[in-house]
């Protein structure tokens, strides 16, 4: 008996060294990611307090923007990284990733009212025409835009608005009543509803800001109901010109480059791009505090100020709950239109008949080399182009698409993994094609694949995050349009991951519910014990 226990001792000591090999180069691993993540949040020795500081600096821009298009050729040698948003440049540069942001200067100036760790360089980077964007061949329309923002800006409207919105101080804002036309074709307008003052979203989830409420005053001389369209600022240009939308009022600049490609409107605001940088010698706060005037919060008083701030203020919680309740209605379509286009899908690349096996070959190779993004505003700005259909419709579309491809790889790999003489035998004993798959290959085939299929659901619902570039309002975008107005890089993102990860966790559990049911093993054990 000394043997075997020498054995098990010698094999139980070759485990433990070699879990300690594991371990240790596990441990050196993030060491050395922590080095290089160290490395690059470095920031630079020099304060930035003219233009020409920032030379070699790490610039943040948003993508799409003129800023971007500015900082290119005014900082050549500069590190520029483009962000989907400017408020991820703003959490950026107050996580010290960042040396500076260039934004428009209202947005800006805004952000430094909110964060005193933040300031403004003085010099302005370039002067900008702000107008409204139409299709080039929408004459009629641009012709009324410009004789509307004319009567605006003779009776002083203009101008009026400008003192409203653009303040210096953080006074509440106050936008007036505009009745909307009670009659008229629907005139939908495009923003991005994450850029305040220029356009935002209140405590009642309305789109206002200084171009929600000049969109609203467009609409009413133009006699027509304002339906707006909120989406990444990014996706303006292309929701505009494939006709999603009629125009784009959101603090767009009038440029060379844009003109190629839309027509824009006489110039209603003079606006200039601003560089944001860190105040010299001050820390970098959650809660937007300077350290030289202000004592620090403790851990508890930040979260519940992050907890008023962002969840109870104005209502902002709704905008979750408005959010998750859209991201689970895409998943769960989602996965259901794709786990039924997948099985057409599989039992196409499984048809004797070549051009079939062919055709499904190519979707499922296209499908899978495509980025689901990229999928997403082909089917809603192309393939929907001149059709009036839900964002969330498309959604579901292309996400399904996208999971189908995948699902019948999945559903391919475990009905050949099934032993052929099994379907064979089933056919001797009488039993059709379609009895013999129905009764002995499918039930196998499901237990077999659903642990790979879970991982490919999970995908799917992380997937669903993307969806604001079509103008929905998901749970990302629900927490894009608080960081918005709370500046609170850390809280909304943390909150968000936690509610993707219970969405995946109670939509996994019930996948294992279907898992068990579906083992022959754990139905036996059940029928013993009962």
């Known amino acids: 008996m000394r043997e075997p226990v020498m054995g098990r001792q010698d094999a139980a000591r070759r485990r433990a060294t070699r879990a300690g090999r594991f371990v240790r180069l596990m441990g050196g691993v993030?060491?050395?990611?922590?080095?290089?993540?160290?490395?690059?949040?470095?920031?630079?020795?020099?304060?930035?307090?003219?233009?020409?500081?920032?030379?070699?600096a790490r610039i943040g821009v948003m993508a799409g923007s003129s800023g971007e298009q500015i900082v290119l050729e005014r900082f050549p040698k500069a590190d520029i990284k483009t962000f989907d948003d400017v408020m991820d440049a703003v959490a950026a540069i107050r996580a010290g990733q960042l040396d500076a942001v260039v934004t428009a200067f209202p947005g800006a100036l805004q952000v430094t009212k909110k964060n005193l760790d933040l300031t403004l360089v003085a010099e302005p980077l370039t002067a900008e025409n702000t107008a409204v964007a139409v299709r080039p061949g929408d004459t009629a329309l641009l012709a009324a835009v410009n004789v509307a923002l004319d009567s605006l800006r003779r009776d002083g409207t203009l101008s009026a608005m400008k003192t409203r919105w653009f303040k210096p101080d953080l006074s509440p804002y106050n936008e007036p009543d505009i009745p909307p036309s009670p009659t008229g074709e629907p005139l939908t307008i495009g923003v991005s509803a994450t850029r305040e003052p220029f356009s935002f979203v209140d405590g009642d989830g309305r789109i206002t800001g200084h171009d929600g409420e000049l969109a609203r005053r467009l609409g009413a001389l133009l006699h027509r109901p304002v339906v707006f369209a909120n989406s990444k600022f990014m996706a303006l240009i292309?929701?505009?010109?494939?006709?999603?939308?009629?125009?784009?009022?959101?603090?767009?600049?009038?440029?060379?480059?844009?003109?190629?490609?839309?027509?824009?409107?006489?110039?209603?605001?003079?606006?200039?791009?601003?560089?944001?940088?860190?105040?010299?010698?001050?820390?970098?706060?959650?809660?937007?505090?300077?350290?030289?005037?202000?004592?620090?919060?403790?851990?508890?008083?930040?979260?519940?100020?992050?907890?008023?701030?962002?969840?109870?203020?104005?209502?902002?919680?709704?905008?979750?709950?408005?959010?998750?309740?859209?991201?689970?209605?895409?998943?769960?379509?989602?996965?259901?239109?794709?786990?039924?286009?997948?099985?057409?899908?599989?039992?196409?690349?499984?048809?004797?008949?070549?051009?079939?096996?062919?055709?499904?070959?190519?979707?499922?190779?296209?499908?899978?080399?495509?980025?689901?993004?990229?999928?997403?505003?082909?089917?809603?700005?192309?393939?929907?182009?001149?059709?009036?259909?839900?964002?969330?419709?498309?959604?579901?579309?292309?996400?399904?698409?996208?999971?189908?491809?995948?699902?019948?790889?999945?559903?391919?790999?475990?009905?050949?993994?099934?032993?052929?003489?099994?379907?064979?035998?089933?056919?001797?004993?009488?039993?059709?094609?379609?009895?013999?798959f129905t009764h002995i290959v499918l039930p196998q085939t499901v237990q077999r694949v659903l642990p790979v299929y879970k991982g490919e659901f999970i995908s799917l619902v992380k997937m669903t995050s993307i969806v604001g570039y079509i103008a929905v309002q998901d749970l990302t975008k629900a927490s894009d349009i608080i960081r918005s107005r709370t500046f609170d890089a850390f809280f909304p993102l943390v909150l968000v991951a936690i509610l993707y990860f219970l969405i995946a966790w109670v939509l996994t559990r019930a996948l294992d519910a279907l898992e068990r049911r579906t083992d022959p093993r754990q139905r036996r054990q059940a029928r013993s014990t009962a």
């Open 238 to 436: 292309p929701a505009l010109q494939s006709g999603k939308i009629d125009m784009v009022v959101t603090g767009m600049s009038d440029t060379p480059e844009r003109r190629k490609r839309v027509a824009f409107s006489t110039t209603y605001y003079e606006n200039a791009q601003r560089m944001m940088v860190s105040k010299p010698g001050g820390a970098t706060g959650a809660l937007g505090l300077d350290a030289n005037n202000a004592a620090a919060p403790s851990w508890l008083e930040g979260i519940g100020a992050s907890i008023q701030s962002n969840l109870i203020q104005e209502q902002r919680y709704l905008l979750l709950l408005d959010g998750l309740q859209t991201t689970v209605l895409i998943a769960l379509l989602s996965t259901l239109f794709g786990t039924l286009l997948g099985a057409l899908v599989c039992a196409l690349r499984m048809s004797e008949h070549r051009l079939l096996s062919r055709v499904a070959m190519g979707y499922i190779a296209v499908l899978r080399g495509t980025p689901v993004v990229v999928l997403l505003m082909l089917v809603f700005y192309v393939v929907f182009a001149s059709v009036n259909i839900s964002p969330v419709v498309v959604a579901v579309l292309a996400f399904g698409m996208n999971f189908a491809a995948y699902v019948a790889e999945i559903f391919r790999t475990g009905i050949e993994g099934i032993d052929r003489g099994q379907t064979e035998a089933g056919l001797s004993m009488g039993f059709t094609k379609v009895a013999t």
């Open 30 to 56: 993030m060491s050395g990611l922590l080095a290089l993540a160290a490395a690059g949040c470095q920031r630079t020795d020099a304060p930035i307090t003219t233009l020409d500081d920032a030379a070699t």
